[in-house]
């Protein structure tokens, strides 16, 4: 069985999707606890605390304020969205999940997990309420002085329980070192072989790129049903080529040169608009 772990996104598209299928978050009792936190806090200091602007700051403070128990709302499908839908930046826009048949939105529901600072882990279709809290920040709560003491060996321990009853446990890393941080690896079943996924354009890992890398190769994997770590070396997307020379057992290389990167954008980008001589 492979399993990919991915980061969240900062950005966020709230529009409701046309998918009615959905999930509920195995962890809600946990977010509720980090939320009751987040309450305590003022609009100014958490700003402090997210690094963003007096603007973001004040939402995030109503959302927390208006955070609702899940079990409350008699609708949940019409009142939140589904993670791999909610989230919106670069990785996601990689994924294109809105282009996924039903059976690859099945395989990503059992072969995706999301790593996420507030509900701890995420399947695809898990229902979530718009927030902001990543897991790096040192956000003080009621297990300890930040977020990776807060959630310790929980997602490890998820982990294991879905590998569990796999005769090959392959667990594809896709996340940023913030996010995978939070997997205690130390609480791993010694049997999941953890394989990094690396992207590098014109030999250097470039962020912007590597995150939309990252939601390209989750789109490869679903839609190619990817077993094993040699059929992930045929990944080509955008540019990307595998490296052999650069890849180790636990760390797969990808590189894309500058003409490849050209390549790919002048194949993609919009026809120019004709000139009209007046």
């Not at 304020?65 to 949940?76: E, G, I, N, R």
């Not at 040699?230 to 636990?250: I, K, M, P, V």
């Amino acid at each position: 069985m492979l399993v990919m772990v991915l980061s969240p996104a900062k950005t966020l598209d709230l529009a409701l999707p046309k998918l009615r299928t959905c999930t509920q978050p195995k962890f809600l009792e946990e977010a509720s606890i980090l939320v009751q936190d987040l309450r305590k806090l003022t609009p100014a200091k958490l700003k402090g605390l997210l690094g963003v602007s007096d603007a973001l700051a004040k939402l995030n403070h109503d959302r927390y304020k208006h955070f609702v128990d899940h079990a409350d709302v008699t609708s949940p499908a019409d009142t939140f969205k589904q993670a791999l839908f909610a989230f919106d930046g670069p990785a996601y826009k990689g994924i294109q999940a809105d282009s996924f048949s039903d059976d690859d939105i099945a395989y990503v529901q059992d072969h995706l997990r999301i790593l996420c600072g507030l509900y701890g882990i995420l399947r695809p279709l898990d229902l979530i309420q718009p927030y902001r809290l990543e897991m790096g920040q040192k956000f003080a709560n009621a297990r300890g002085k930040d977020l990776y003491t807060f959630w310790g060996t929980t997602i490890a321990s998820e982990l294991n329980d879905l590998f569990a009853a796999a005769d090959t446990k392959i667990l594809l890393n896709v996340a940023s070192q913030e996010y995978f941080k939070s997997v205690d690896t130390t609480a791993l079943d010694p049997s999941i072989e953890i394989v990094d996924v690396v992207f590098k354009d014109d030999g250097k890992i470039k962020s912007a790129f590597a995150k939309r890398a990252r939601g390209l190769m989750v789109h490869y994997v679903a839609t190619h049903r990817v077993t094993s770590i040699d059929a992930l070396q045929a990944f080509n997307l955008e540019g990307y080529a595998y490296s052999a020379a650069e890849s180790t057992a636990s760390s797969l290389v990808f590189l894309r040169s500058k003409t490849a990167l050209k390549r790919h954008q002048d194949a993609t980008a919009p026809p120019k608009a004709k000139r009209v001589k007046q």
